[in-house]
DNA sequence: TATATAAAATACCGATCGGTATGTTTTTGT
DNA sequence: ACAAAAACATACCGATCGGTATTTTATATA
């Protein structure tokens, strides 16, 4: 690992969460360089540009929950309890190791869906993998008697997602705990309704 | 009404869906100007700040959601139909009167949230008388007789937010309209339970 | 250890940022 | 119609924006 991989590596881990928390427009090369303690030339050398430093900054954040969701659902073996994984992930959302500012898809999505083709592509992305993801975990449950099979794959999937979504939302925007347990108890409602 | 008000009403209403496209950080006061056809020092004699812009301009276009529902809502005589709304509020959403640039509340939640407290405050307000008043259409509606009377009022209310919230979110993303129809029957299917 | 090379710091660029002080033009009440 | 006041335009402010050219420092290799 050279230095220049070294030096970009670090970049992005002290200012991805920058970008979390600020949005892309909101976040300065100042920014930067006050979080890294680097200097612009620094930046400049190891980025063509903020743009770039900014997308590398939303893989770095979303590696980050998709590895949590991974690792989490490995440990269980059933079907159900992998999918339940997305309770406790929406549970732990605003503790570590997740990435200050709430979650980097939603954020993404809402700020750059009418301004930064490149940022919104990164996150519509994401959010059709983690709904096939998930298609994938339920069709495995049907399959194994888990689930019932007449369970509406795709729609399942996504409203899934939205309410979680919508959760993280709610719940980082009123600071209300009883909305977040409520929510919260929704998804493992609509997970339980599989069988 | 004075030329004062009238003109603060015009910048109001030409900025607010910029504000809700591009965001708080990502408006200039040149792009208020712009989109007004007037100069800084008009913009700067009829508000202290471009804080006090962005207020008005969330009011406004929170303002132009919340009337349409009530004004939809005020058609029908059940409180079912009152609640279905919402799927209809859902899926004519990225069409006027709706303001450009998706929901404001979710929009300034996203942005707001860690950034701006006094956004921050206007948008949680919203969530939450949001959710007091489907409460209280699925209280009556429990008085009524037309649900269920072991609904869970709070939870149902929060998450149908939620789940509406995030389905905006994952439609404008995403662009396809297939979530979209998938997300709008996941939101008739959670009040159709109600019966 | 000397030298070539890569990486980081410095210093600077024009443009734009939010905001203001000062004119000039329109309203407004009489 | 007129003066006082309010509204709007112009011109400018220092600060910061994203980005670059150049110089200094660190690193790798012979």
């Known amino acids: 690992m050279s230095k220049a991989e070294r030096t970009r590596e670090f970049i992005v881990e002290k200012t991805a969460p920058i970008f979390n928390v600020k949005g892309y427009a909101g976040t300065s090369i100042s920014d930067l360089t006050e979080a890294t303690g680097l200097t612009k030339g620094s930046i400049y050398g190891n980025f063509e540009n903020k743009d770039e430093v900014a997308l590398a900054a939303f893989d770095c954040n979303y590696k980050k929950i998709s590895s949590y969701l991974k690792a989490e659902m490995d440990k269980h073996s059933s079907y159900k309890e992998k999918l ?112």
């Open 84 to 195: 339940l994984v997305h309770a406790s992930f929406y549970e732990n959302f605003f503790k570590a190791p997740f990435p200050d500012g709430g979650c980097p898809i939603l954020n993404t999505a809402i700020e750059a869906d009418d301004t930064h083709p490149q940022l919104r592509e990164r996150a519509s992305e994401a959010i059709t993998s983690w709904k096939s993801k998930i298609m994938e975990l339920i069709k495995k449950g049907i399959d194994n008697k888990e689930f019932r099979s007449d369970v509406q794959l795709e729609q399942t999937a996504i409203s899934l997602i939205a309410l979680i979504e919508g959760g993280i939302m709610i719940a980082k925007l009123t600071g209300k705990l009883n909305y977040r347990k409520l929510i919260m108890q929704s998804v493992e409602k609509a997970i339980n309704d599989l069988t």
